[in-house]
Nanobody
Framework: QVQLVESGGGMVQDGGSLGLSCTAS????????VSWFRQAPGEERIFVAG????????DYQDSVKGRFTISRDNDKNTVYLQMNSLKPEDTGAYYC????????????????WGQGTQVTVSS
């Protein structure tokens, strides 16, 4: 069992930066791949970035490549998402999710979810 808690959301202006954290409970966190998803009102959750258990081979949605960086610290049971050059279309609730056996871009493939944190980018 893994419990996830996101933090770090907020409101920024176009071009600003925010950092999100996803902290997990459980001694086996280091075995899990973790991804960030974004959900805008009335829309499905879409994949933003993911990272495998050992921190290698991060994967990104094309629209955030070069602007967002995902990383993890297994000693702290935490995954981070640094978001730079934010745009209004990045607005939404950001969720972290965990699964065994690698990153997948589909929300239904994940077993554990956090409660979400809101990111709002104003133009």
């Amino acid at each position: 069992q893994v419990q996830l808690v996101e933090s770090g959301g907020g409101m920024v202006q176009d071009g600003g930066s925010l950092g999100l954290s996803c902290t997990a409970s459980g001694r086996t966190f280091s075995r899990y791949a973790v991804s960030w998803f974004r959900q805008a009102p009335g829309e499905e959750r879409i994949f933003v970035a993911g990272i495998i258990s050992n921190g290698g081979e991060p994967d990104y949605q094309d629209s955030v490549k070069g602007r967002f960086t995902i990383s993890r610290d297994n000693d702290k049971n935490t995954v981070y998402l640094q978001m730079n050059s934010l745009k209004p279309e990045d607005t939404g609730a950001y969720y972290c999710a965990a699964r065994l056996y690698g990153v997948r871009p589909w929300a239904h493939e994940y077993d554990y979810w956090g409660q979400g944190t809101q990111v709002t980018v104003s133009s």
